[in-house]
């Protein structure tokens, strides 16, 4: 074992331990390489832990018509998801609580023919179902609710007992790093505060938005990378209604909002708040933002009481490959130059296929049978970010 100082050498390197480092250091552990990965923060501080949770299957890009070409893949998502969770896929998720088995799509009012052909399509008939009178969710059941309620069929899990399943199997394969150091003259070494240094035949950067910086160390332009930033909303209070997990459908197929419900520190019903509100509201102040986001969840759901509820926002931003247009990708992005393979998901649901296409480049690297292992630190888990006290201000 190597002491604090020293040098190891190892057949795969990760950057990043967000939801894809940490998948893809279990596949490639499971495959007999040397894989050992690298966190600056805490696991799971970036974009994973401010995460729905959605185990998307594709409905979203469905609802725009997307659902094309390489965007399928997301579809054999929840199938793939569904079996890791039973303890019987790839990586043994048995461990993580699944938040809901599915989700519901409604739409305040009737639907425009464009949608309600999109239901009655031979693809979402197999995975959507009308729900009806008593087989709605207690939410929709108020008599003041005139709209259409669906019960969609993907998962919705808890980011932090993610990470803690997909950590747990390589604790000592994953290690705390302050700044590190990468160079273009050797891209895939890595030199770390007390003369620790790594030695990799191929070196992954799973870094999320870090991945911008380590590829400038590495003094390249590209592959470039976008933010697209979110103000999300966070409310809680005793009597907010439990277990909720759904997308309204706004007038232009997008989801009007995005409602994910969790619990705080002290047990409290958290609802989390995406869709369009966090990406359009993005400029605005945090009062303006939990204003207009108030305003819609009491035109949605009129015969909900939110005086007594607490409120705040959440800055984050997704880190993808960047677009032309600065649209959203619809796929992972993995890139492999000189040693080094930049990788993006895209989307949490997606990280077992980011795994496929890295371990797919990884094809002509032998695993070495090296064992070198260093005593360096460990890395701590992040907290849920409404289950820190001080994110409530
Ligand atoms: C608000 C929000 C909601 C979302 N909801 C969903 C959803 O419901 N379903 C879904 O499928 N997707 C969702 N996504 C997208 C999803 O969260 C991301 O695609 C996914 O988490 C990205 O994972 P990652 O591992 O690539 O990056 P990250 O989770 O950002 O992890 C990167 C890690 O790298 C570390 N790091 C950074 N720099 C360095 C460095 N120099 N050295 C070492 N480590 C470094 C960071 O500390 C971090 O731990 C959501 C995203 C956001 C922002």
Known sequence: ???????????????????????????????????????????????TRYAQGIIHGGTKYALTGKLTGSSEAIVEMPARWRACLEGKGELDLSSVKLMSDHQYLWSTTSLTSRLAG???????????????????PELFRSPQFKGQVYRLDEPVLDTALLIAALAAPCRDFIFATDALRL??????????????????????????????????QL?????????????????RGNGLPTGVYAHCLGANALPRITITSHFDAAGRT????????????????????ISAVREELTALFPWLDFSACEWDTLHIDRAEPKMADGSRPDDVFV?????????????????????????????????????????????????????????WH
């Open 1 to 47: 074992m190597a002491e604090a100082g020293q040098k190891i050498c190892v057949d795969v390197a990760i950057c990043g331990g967000g939801v894809a480092g940490l998948w893809l250091l279990n596949r490639l552990r499971q495959s007999g390489y040397h894989a050992i990965l690298l966190e600056s923060d805490r696991l799971g501080a970036g974009q």
């Open 118 to 136: 999109f239901f009655a399509s031979r693809l979402m008939r197999s995975r959507t179902q009308a729900l009806e009178g008593e087989g709605r």
């Open 183 to 216: 160079s273009p003259e050797h891209p895939t070494r890595i030199e770390m505060s007390g003369g620790r240094v790594i030695e990799a035949q191929r070196l992954v950067l799973c870094a999320g938005a870090g991945n911008e910086a380590l590829l400038q």
């Open 219 to 235: 003094g390249r332009t590209t592959p470039a990378m976008q933010r697209r930033p979110l103000q999300m909303v966070m409310l």
């Open 270 to 289: 958290v609802w989390y708040i995406g869709g369009q509100p966090a990406e359009e509201g993005v400029g605005r102040s945090r009062e303006a933002q």
């Open 335 to 391: 890139e492999g130059r000189e040693g080094v393979l930049t990788a993006w998901p895209t989307k949490l649901a997606l990280a077992p296929r980011l795994a496929d296409e890295v371990a797919r480049l990884l094809r002509g690297v032998l695993p070495s049978g090296s064992a070198d292992i260093a005593a360096w630190p460990h890395p701590q888990m992040a907290p849920l970010p409404w289950q820190e006290e001080e994110k």
